[in-house]
């Protein structure tokens, strides 16, 4: 058979029918789409065990004799003085304000990586995410709306959010069980549902608007733009104006940390000119590793120091209400979205993905922590509701956990592992 008569590969046509030439080039293109992915979703699990030692590390302290000195460290406050003018904030504020802002530019970039070419990148693809997200959060939020009044709904919020970290440690500790296109689903669902956290934060979680000072921010993200369109590649020239985002931000009423997803989703996701990567998967790379082992458990050991006898009056039905929302709504929700949109024909389930998985999937997503917690500081002042909804989210995680790993024993099958180089 001459050139001419050979078949043109098509997308997702198998390796085995190409030409021999072509198989090069064809997996190259899946290293490149794929192996980003793998991983994004490897550090997440590994980051998982380090979130669970910071935990622990943050419980005993709250629950033993240095329990004062534990709280103190988060008062101490930092910043710089030049004569009459002062910025001075506790350490705590430091680390849900600033670090955690870059969190949020690393949700940011993966966002816009998987809109540009990943699980999101078509209305096809986006659809069972989109309806998993969207159910597995609307639920939890109307359960606890139910189950609350007053100040304490105030928190509605909270069981919304599935921690990535957390989960996919989760599903790795069931080892072959899981299908490699569930975790990649449930990534998928993970960054919707962050989305969907950061407009709930954004929306219903930030002060009052000052229009002028969101004005400097909106400035800050307009240079940004001017930058790459002048072709200007020296990354942190870009620091500058994203400093700008995010003190626009601050002052104007948002919670700074959307001036991270901000700045996240504007960086490129293609590569410019000659250059083997785009600034997006660089930024990625480079960051990811430093959120997932340092940013992360720091937020965990500053946020997730709970005292398991102290300050419960008041705030008990807010602990049961995150709880129910986690542990009930979200298996609920992503259960009854996903087969809402495959009865109407919406979406449909990859293969390997059976009514068992979707199980699985809604358990572990009600593993809330990192995100839950966040919203849970911006939601209460109140100590008691605050103190509370904490030890519902951490309950209700440990419960989500364990519930995944009891339904992944006993409904998943062992997988052979896939072989292979790729």
């Given at each position: 058979?001459?050139?001419?008569?050979?078949p043109?590969?098509?997308?997702?046509?198998?390796?085995?029918?190409?030409?021999?030439?072509?198989?090069?080039?064809?997996?190259?293109?899946?290293?490149?789409?794929?192996?980003?992915?793998?991983?994004?979703?490897?550090?997440?699990?590994?980051?998982?065990?380090?979130?669970?030692?910071?935990?622990?590390l943050?419980?005993v302290?709250?629950?033993?004799?240095?329990?004062?000195?534990?709280?103190?460290?988060?008062?101490?406050?930092?910043?710089?003085?030049?004569?009459?003018v002062?910025?001075v904030?506790?350490?705590?504020?430091?680390?849900?304000?600033?670090?955690?802002?870059?969190?949020?530019?690393?949700?940011?970039?993966?966002i816009?990586?998987?809109?540009?070419?990943?699980?999101?990148?078509s209305?096809?693809?986006?659809?069972?995410?989109?309806?998993?997200?969207?159910?597995?959060?609307?639920?939890?939020?109307?359960?606890?709306?139910?189950?609350?009044d007053?100040?304490?709904?105030?928190?509605?919020?909270?069981?919304?959010?599935?921690?990535?970290?957390?989960?996919?440690g989760i599903?790795?500790?069931l080892?072959?069980?899981?299908?490699?296109v569930?975790?990649?689903?449930?990534?998928?669902?993970?960054?919707?549902?962050?989305?969907?956290?950061?407009?709930?934060?954004?929306?219903?979680?930030s002060s009052?608007?000052?229009?002028?000072?969101?004005?400097?921010?909106?400035?800050?993200?307009?240079?940004?733009?001017?930058?790459?369109?002048?072709?200007v590649?020296?990354?942190?020239?870009?620091?500058?104006?994203?400093i700008l985002?995010?003190?626009?931000a601050?002052?104007?009423?948002?919670?700074?940390?959307?001036?991270?997803?901000?700045?996240?989703?504007?960086?490129?996701?293609?590569?410019w000119?000659?250059?083997?990567?785009?600034?997006?998967?660089?930024?990625?790379?480079?960051?990811h590793?430093?959120?997932?082992?340092?940013?992360?458990?720091?937020?965990?050991?500053?946020?997730?120091?709970?005292?398991?006898?102290?300050?419960?009056?008041?705030?008990?039905?807010?602990?049961?209400?995150?709880?129910?929302?986690?542990?009930?709504?979200?298996?609920?929700?992503?259960?009854?979205?996903?087969?809402?949109?495959?009865?109407?024909?919406?979406?449909r389930?990859?293969?390997?993905?059976?009514?068992?998985?979707?199980?699985?999937?809604?358990?572990?997503?009600?593993?809330?922590?990192?995100?839950?917690?966040?919203?849970?500081?911006l939601?209460?002042?109140?100590?008691?509701?605050?103190?509370?909804?904490?030890?519902?989210?951490?309950?209700?995680?440990?419960?989500?956990?364990?519930?995944?790993?009891?339904?992944?024993?006993?409904?998943l099958?062992?997988?052979a592992?896939?072989?292979?180089?790729?």
């Amino acid at each position: 058979m001459n050139d001419a008569e050979r078949p043109t590969p098509t997308e997702g046509t198998p390796m085995e029918v190409m030409p021999p030439e072509a198989w090069a080039p064809a997996h190259g293109l899946v290293q490149r789409i794929v192996a980003p992915v793998l991983r994004f979703t490897a550090i997440e699990a590994a980051s998982g065990i380090a979130l669970i030692a910071a935990t622990v590390l943050a419980l005993v302290c709250a629950n033993s004799p240095w329990a004062p000195h534990y709280a103190a460290i988060w008062e101490f406050q930092v910043g710089l003085q030049l004569g009459d003018v002062a910025l001075v904030r506790p350490l705590g504020w430091i680390v849900n304000d600033i670090l955690m802002a870059v969190f949020f530019f690393v949700i940011g970039l993966e966002i816009r990586r998987e809109l540009a070419f990943g699980a999101l990148d078509s209305p096809q693809k986006a659809a069972l995410p989109a309806a998993a997200a969207l159910g597995g959060m609307l639920v939890p939020a109307g359960i606890f709306a139910l189950l609350t009044d007053g100040e304490a709904r105030a928190g509605w919020g909270v069981p919304m959010a599935t921690d990535i970290a957390f989960a996919l440690g989760i599903l790795t500790l069931l080892g072959p069980r899981v299908p490699a296109v569930l975790r990649i689903l449930l990534l998928a669902v993970a960054v919707l549902d962050d989305l969907g956290a950061i407009l709930v934060i954004a929306v219903f979680y930030s002060s009052g608007v000052v229009w002028a000072n969101l004005a400097l921010g909106a400035a800050g993200l307009g240079l940004i733009w001017l930058l790459q369109l002048a072709g200007v590649r020296r990354r942190a020239i870009y620091s500058l104006p994203a400093i700008l985002v995010w003190v626009g931000a601050y002052t104007g009423g948002l919670h700074p940390t959307i001036a991270g997803v901000l700045v996240g989703v504007m960086t490129p996701v293609r590569a410019w000119g000659l250059e083997p990567r785009s600034p997006a998967a660089d930024l990625i790379d480079r960051l990811h590793p430093w959120v997932a082992f340092g940013i992360m458990p720091v937020f965990a050991l500053a946020n997730a120091g709970v005292s398991m006898t102290a300050g419960g009056g008041g705030g008990d039905g807010v602990g049961l209400a995150v709880a129910a929302g986690l542990v009930l709504g979200k298996p609920v929700g992503v259960g009854l979205a996903i087969a809402a949109a495959v009865g109407l024909g919406v979406a449909r389930l990859p293969e390997g993905v059976g009514p068992r998985e979707v199980l699985v999937l809604g358990c572990v997503a009600g593993i809330g922590f990192t995100m839950s917690l966040f919203i849970a500081s911006l939601a209460f002042t109140n100590a008691a509701l605050l103190h509370a909804t904490k030890l519902g989210v951490l309950v209700a995680s440990a419960i989500a956990a364990a519930a995944t790993l009891l339904a992944g024993r006993l409904l998943l099958p062992v997988r052979a592992a896939p072989s292979g180089d790729g």
